[in-house]
């Protein structure tokens, strides 16, 4: 686990210029259309709940270190194709989980559709703390696995 942290004190400038503008870009695109940052454009029915903010700062750096982990490091990857996949799939999954996580309930067309308004004042609002813990661990995962790849060597066959 450390080395895999350690990695990241190798890192350029330019890799923690992407991590910082990957980072707000991230907390921008999550937080503005869920009113978490409020703004005339977009609105909210129920009230920001006091964990969302957290779960956006946690969400934006994880997703920035996760960015800056594409900036080509000068040396050959060791990772194989279907480990980047994952990863990516991964980082964008929680991205978007945490989108749910701290969105309102009640604005939400696809909770609304197959809830209704009380049925998502009652069991999505509830649920949405698990959804916010679920997108950090995936982001988590996703960039451990990134890091992991950073520092192993690619085997020759």
Known sequence: MWSTCASMLTWSRLRWLVAVLGGLMIA????????????PVFGRSVAVT???????????ILGGLLIATYVRSGE???TTTDEVDGATKLGMAGTLVTF????????????LLALGASGAVT???PFQPFLAL???ALM???LRIRLRNETSCPVSI
Do not use: D, E, H, Q
Request: with cysteine; net charge positive.
């Open 50 to 60: 006091w964990w969302s903010y957290p779960v956006v700062v946690v969400t934006a």
């Open 140 to 142: 988590v995962v996703a």
């Open 134 to 136: 679920a997108s950090i």
């Open 123 to 125: 069991w999505f609002a």
């Open 28 to 39: 921008v695109l999550v937080a503005l259309p869920t009113a978490v940052i409020p703004n």
């Open 76 to 78: 050959t990857p060791g």
């Open 100 to 111: 749910f996580a701290v969105g309102c309930p009640v604005c939400n067309k696809l909770v």
